[in-house]
């Protein structure tokens, strides 16, 4: 079997992206969008992107981690300047460490940018998110709009 790599995505991973969201919906874990667009716009060019993390097996994406830098009014409320984490992978994926390979990256690109905390805001009854986040370092630090907001501190 392949082995599983871990790259800076590039805009041709808009497609894998999107199927990896769209196995997540599948599976009851996500409502929001999933299309190709979305996943180009919101993910790979995204002005604010640090780090857009995939990692790839073969010809598939099982997974991918996004790094963002969080500007005035971003919809998570996070604070001006901190990162904001998302993490995505296949349910047919999970559980195999690739969370954890991603957020190593993630957290090289953090350390290279300079920012001080990362913020992950996820539903509280996103049991298995909020058990990752933990597993990743992440603390409780305050709710926004009925969601548990987690952080990491870079310093
Ligand atoms: C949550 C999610 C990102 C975890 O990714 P993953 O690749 O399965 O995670 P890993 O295999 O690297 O697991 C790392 C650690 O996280 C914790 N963890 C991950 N999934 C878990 C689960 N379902 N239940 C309990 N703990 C879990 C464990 O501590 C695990 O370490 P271990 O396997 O050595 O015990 C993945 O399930 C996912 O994308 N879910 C749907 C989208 C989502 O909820 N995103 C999270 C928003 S922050």
Known sequence: MDSITIREAVLTDAQGISDVLQDIAAAGKRNKRCDVDFAREHYVADPDRIRCSVAVQGDQALGFQSLKRAIENNPYGAPVGWGVIGTHIRPSAARRGVGRALFRATL???????????????????????????????????????ARCKSYSLT
Request: hydrophobic letters at 35%; proline letters at 3%.
């Open 108 to 146: 090289l690109a953090a350390q290279e940018s300079g920012l001080s905390a990362i913020d992950a805001t996820i539903s509280p009854t996103n049991t298995e998110g909020l058990a990752y986040c933990s597993a990743m370092g992440f603390v409780d630090y305050r709710q926004h709009d009925g």
